[in-house]
């Protein structure tokens, strides 16, 4: 070993100024026991060695200080004639020798040579994919290899990249990793963190069969895995569309079809992914920051850890500020992909298929291609916005679209062809599903500072409907769900009868998409409490769903009818509401989500409520259990209730509509429906001071609170335990309810 060779095992993260962040967050790893594949670091004294022995340093500062660097012409013209005097240059014999003598200790036919610069992987810019990797070197092609990743460090995009950042062209120092070549089965990226809201709760695995480029290259829509990283156990899975894969060839590497049978297929196991998670885990509480990682699954179906780096984006953003963009009008849907960011923005279509034409872009334009790489990274840091064809959300494009603060959606099919150029659109990405709406529609931007919200007495708490709202959501300053409604999950995620998945065997399939569905939103809130309600449908919202029309009546009012409590219990649906018990079970045993508190709605007597909790007990689900108070009956009985229920929350929708005998989907007495109503109020402040009584907390999860400021009052002046309302109105709600507490 010598200043220009230094093996991984010698190498820590103090190492960054000799050998590059890459390379000495490698060696950091291999220290705490991460499976790190072995190799060697080409040091920067080694690069500098190089430069200095074919005299070339002199001549690098003269190209690029008389080049306007900012004009892309004169960037390609100097990048380029740096990279010829370079790649003209000899190595120096002792250097050689040193690099093939250590190339040999590893005793390993085939090398990655991984760029490592020494102005990378910092927490504040991440030099992602400025600098080139080669994979498959062999001991014939390994100084051609070393010599290009110096190379490298003068790409285009390199100079474009240090000049953005403010860092000085000549203190930047190429090293190069040279490591034990994986054959990768299957290869991915994961964070430690949502990539796109920065939610902590997470690691979010990306993964595709073969070596790993095309997952960042954006040539594929890998499988992504959410990893609940308390327990580390998966909690959501998407599955990608893996179409090619790059492998080993004699001459490098080659691009080959994935067969059909493995396309349908999640490219490693669910104990696989966990695995993963773990150590993710232990490489952010190693490095005590989010974490973007590098994995490999060998040829001996073992898994590695290939490079891991800070996360740069969320690392740098002000936590005490909490921007919500939200669309004030609507259009028509042209196209749909997964979304990057969470912004909105509008401009003109332009689309180029080829980075040779980026000369054609104009700043404010929406770039629409099939995929981006680093020598498109001049027209991303001005665009509008960007739309891919290809790609997931750990490609080039979403990876620079986040640090750049660009709104982007990937994977969007054939979106060269669908949108045209000069077209006029939307892009919407405050959803986990990217919309492309057709026009320029009008957008509003809220800033929140958090900072300075103050705490309540009254807990503030959110309703949710689909687990994909639930990330972003979870980051205000809430204290938890009042209500996820599981017919949201049921009719999105499945869209099946229950009964109808018990007739066709499926019910392990039911059971695993409604606990997935729940477990998203019981761990962005984690470790918060989340109530949620159990199945609410009416027998005509049953019939919608596929195979339904064989199960439920056709009732003249369903509002009254067939729903809640005395569904469960029925011999004909008791069987489907066991599934839903299944799900819950596997929620909190399972994933060891215990954040989860169940509620049972429309239950019209002491009778139905003590059948539902037998059947709950019977399915083994231990957690807190609470009842809607939306039939004058809870509050009638509230004393008898409380004796079995853990809690109360108010329906307030409900209980108007049975306070006061009208159908509230019945558009001839719209003008009459009134939570406000005298009646309705009084039999709010009756339940609170009778669950109060008997020590039952009460909550309330209607419209009312999120629609009218007065109702609020009147619900704090009554000692309500907690309001969940409307998450657009949540800071607001907060922020009056701590000011009427002041005042009481």
């Known amino acids: 070993m010598t200043k220009h060779i230094i093996f991984f095992k010698k190498i820590r993260k103090k190492d960054v100024p000799l050998v590059g962040g890459k390379t000495a967050s490698l060696g950091e790893m291999l220290s705490i026991g991460l499976p790190v594949p072995n190799g060697f670091a080409v040091t920067a004294e080694a690069y500098n060695y190089f430069i200095n022995k074919n005299n070339l340093d002199r001549k690098i500062r003269h190209i690029i200080k008389a080049a306007d660097l900012k004009n892309i012409h004169e960037l390609?013209?100097?990048?380029?004639?740096?990279?010829?005097?370079?790649?003209?240059?000899?190595?120096?014999?002792?250097?050689?020798?040193?690099?093939?003598?250590?190339?040999?200790?590893?005793?390993?036919?085939y090398v990655a040579t991984r760029s490592s610069a020494t102005a990378e992987d910092l927490p504040n810019a991440s030099f992602a994919g400025q600098h080139e990797s080669f994979l498959n070197v062999s001991e014939k092609n390994i100084l051609t290899r070393v010599r290009d990743c110096f190379t490298s460090l003068f790409t285009d995009r390199a100079i474009s990249y240090r000049e953005d950042k403010g860092f000085d062209h000549f203190k930047v120092y190429l090293t190069v990793a040279v490591q034990k070549q994986i054959f990768s089965k299957v290869s991915g990226v994961m964070f430690t963190i949502d990539p796109d809201s920065g939610h902590k709760?997470?690691?979010?695995?990306?993964?595709?069969?073969g070596l790993g480029d095309y997952i960042v290259q954006g040539k594929v829509v890998p499988d992504e895995i959410w990893i609940f990283k308390e327990k580390c156990k998966i909690i959501d899975k998407?599955?990608?569309?893996?179409?090619?894969?790059?492998?080993?060839?004699?001459?490098?590497?080659?691009?080959?079809?994935?067969?059909?049978?493995?396309?349908?297929?999640?490219?490693?196991?669910?104990?696989?992914?966990?695995?993963?998670?773990?150590?993710?885990?232990?490489?952010?509480?190693?490095?005590q920051m989010p974490m973007d990682i590098e994995w490999a699954k060998g040829s001996d179906n073992k898994l590695y850890i290939l490079q891991a780096r800070p996360e740069t984006v969320y690392a740098m953003k002000n936590k005490n500020i909490y921007q919500e963009f939200r669309l004030k009008q609507k259009s028509k849907v042209i196209a749909q992909g997964l979304a990057v960011g969470r912004k909105i923005a509008s401009g003109p279509v332009v689309i180029i298929k080829d980075a040779k034409d980026i000369q054609k872009f104009s700043k404010g334009q929406i770039l629409v291609t099939r995929k981006t790489d680093p020598d498109w990274e001049p027209i991303m840091k001005i665009a509008a916005g960007i739309i891919t064809e290809e790609g997931g959300r750990t490609s080039h494009a979403a990876i620079v679209s986040r640090e750049l603060g660009v709104p982007c959606i990937v994977g969007v099919p054939n979106a060269t062809k669908r949108l045209k150029s000069n077209q006029l659109v939307t892009m919407d990405c405050t959803e986990e599903t990217g919309k492309i709406w057709y026009g320029p529609l009008k957008f509003f931007v809220t800033e929140r500072s958090i900072k300075d919200i103050p705490r309540t007495k009254t807990h503030i708490l959110v309703n949710i409907g689909m687990p994909e709202e639930a990330v972003e959501v979870s980051l205000l300053p809430v204290d938890g769900v009042g209500l996820a409604r599981e017919e949201f999950i049921i009719s999105s995620f499945i869209g099946v009868h229950p009964l109808e998945m018990i007739k066709q065997k499926k019910e392990a399939v039911f059971v695993d998409k409604l606990a997935y569905g729940i477990a998203k939103i019981l761990a962005a809130f984690y470790p918060r409490p989340v109530i949620v309600r159990l199945s609410d449908f009416k027998t005509n919202e049953y019939r919608t769903l596929k195979g339904g029309s064989a199960y439920e009546p056709a009732e003249e009012n369903p509002m009254i009818g067939w729903r809640g409590a005395s569904r469960y219990i029925s011999k004909e649906f008791e069987p489907a509401f066991r599934l839903e018990c299944k799900a819950f079970k596997k929620v909190i045993d399972e994933m060891g989500l215990t954040n989860i508190k169940m509620m049972v709605p429309f239950c019209r007597t002491i009778e139905e409520a003590k059948a539902v909790l037998k059947i709950v007990k019977e399915e083994k689900v231990k957690c807190s259990i609470g009842v809607m108070a939306e039939i004058p009956s809870n509050v009638i009985l509230a004393d008898q209730f409380s004796r079995i229920f853990d809690f109360f929350s108010i329906g307030s929708n409900d209980l108007t509509q049975l306070v006061l005998g009208l159908d509230r989907d019945n558009s001839m007495l719209a003008h009459e429906f009134n939570e406000r109503n005298l009646a309705v109020k009084r039999m709010i402040s009756q339940l609170i001071r009778t669950a109060h009584k008997n020590k039952t907390p009460v909550g309330i999860c209607g419209q009312a609170p999120s629609d009218y400021p007065d109702f609020t009052k009147f619900l704090v002046e009554c000692g309500i335990d907690s309001i969940s309302i409307n998450p657009d109105v949540a800071v607001q709600t907060k922020m009056l309810v701590a000011k009427l507490e002041k005042a009481l």
């Open 201 to 209: 709760n997470f690691t979010v695995i990306n993964s595709s069969y």
């Open 76 to 109: 390609k013209k100097a990048g380029s004639s740096v990279r010829s005097l370079i790649k003209g240059a000899a190595f120096p014999e002792d250097l050689a020798l040193e690099i093939l003598s250590a190339f040999r200790k590893l005793k390993s036919k």
């Open 238 to 287: 998407k599955l990608g569309r893996k179409h090619i894969m790059e492998v080993r060839s004699l001459a490098g590497v080659k691009k080959k079809s994935v067969p059909k049978s493995l396309q349908t297929k999640f490219s490693i196991s669910d104990k696989e992914a966990e695995e993963l998670g773990r150590y993710a885990k232990l490489i952010e509480k190693h490095y």
